[in-house]
């Protein structure tokens, strides 16, 4: 396949869902509105170029990014409610499940929840980032058999070209078994108009591209939709004030889930990265943190005693 689907921003929700379903992701042209893009560039941009550049392969040494975006504009919900994004989730991530209670056989079903949301900015000169399976954070199994934990969106907050980064795309991995290794070959580039978007499922084999330009800056705003049931059931978070939880042992702050792991699921992001929470509770100083990416690439560095 040479290129992704395109599909027109009043397209019919069956249509969305029958194309992620055979390839894994869609184009959806001009889908955010010329005030949400306009307003998000205003909001956003000014702070991308306050952060600091990414600390492993995977955030990229020349790649900013910033998080916790309802934050900082109020735009992101027009993506996050946007039709065809939200109800093309929920087909993925809420399938039902017949469940027993005593004598009482009913329906369950996931909610959806807002997973991540990130502002990504390649810069001329970042390489590829490595192939990778958005839902890996969830230690998902594949093939998923049409019940995905994670469904992305990244909209294109300046026009993506194959030289400035555009979103790198294996169609149809979301099919394939976790043996099988995805291949650079095997990607072909997301090019898209600022304003359209890539929606794609976690299953899906995709990378930040290569920024072969001498001065494009490539920006996207994501943000993923998760299953609700990967989560803690109690909200520890609304529960707990944070000075209580750092008054416990590590092991009791991580057991509550101030912790990220190996797979990532728990950062908070400081300065530009993505980093364990643990750090907050200890009150160090940030500076020179590497985010939780850097635990998966010995190659870089020793692995910092705090991140241990
Ligand atoms: O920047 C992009 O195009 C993709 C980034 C990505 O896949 C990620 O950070 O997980
Ligand atoms: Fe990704």
């Known amino acids: 396949m040479a290129e992704l689907t395109r599909l027109p921003p009043d397209a019919r929700l069956e249509d969305v869902i029958a194309v992620l379903e055979r390839d894994g992701g869609v184009i959806i042209e001009d889908f955010l509105s010329p005030e949400t893009l306009s307003g998000l560039r205003d909001d956003l941009l000014p702070l991308l170029a306050r952060q600091a550049a990414g600390r492993d392969p995977f955030a990229g040494f020349s790649t900013r990014r910033l998080s916790a975006l309802f934050a900082h504009t109020r735009h992101c919900a027009a993506i996050a409610t946007h039709p065809l994004f939200l109800h093309a989730a929920e087909h993925f991530l809420c399938q039902p499940r017949e469940v027993w209670a005593g004598e009482n056989r009913f329906s369950m079903a996931a909610d959806v929840r ?32 049409g019940r995905e934990g994670r469904v992305q969106i990244i909209c294109a907050a300046c026009d993506f070209t194959t030289d400035n980064g555009g979103t790198l795309v294996i169609p149809g991995s979301h099919l394939w078994d976790d043996e099988r290794k995805p291949e650079r070959s095997e990607a072909i580039s997301t090019v898209m108009k600022a304003g359209s978007a890539l929606i794609f499922l976690g299953s899906t084999y995709h990378a930040g591209g ?53 797979n990532h699921m728990g950062w908070v992001e400081r300065d530009g990265q993505m980093i364990d929470p643990i750090h907050l509770l200890r009150g160090e100083a940030l500076a020179g943190l590497r985010g939780v990416g850097a635990r998966n690439h010995p190659e870089i560095a020793p692995a910092q005693p705090a991140d241990a």
């Not at 000169?125 to 230690?139: K, S, Y």
């Not at 998760?226 to 004030?241: H, I, T």
Request: glycine residues 6%; charged residues 20%.
């Open 210 to 262: 290569a920024n072969l330009t001498a001065d494009e800056y490539r920006t996207a705003v994501s943000i993923a939709l998760d299953a609700s049931n990967m989560r803690q059931e109690e909200n520890m978070y609304l529960s707990l004030p944070s000075d209580l939880v750092a008054s416990y042992p590590e092991q009791i702050q991580r057991l509550l889930g101030w912790s990220a792991g190996s």
């Open 114 to 145: 807002i997973g991540v949301t990130q502002a990504i900015q390649i810069a001329p000169g970042e390489n590829a980032q490595p192939l990778h399976r958005d839902d890996t954070v969830f230690l998902w199994r594949h093939p998923t058999g």
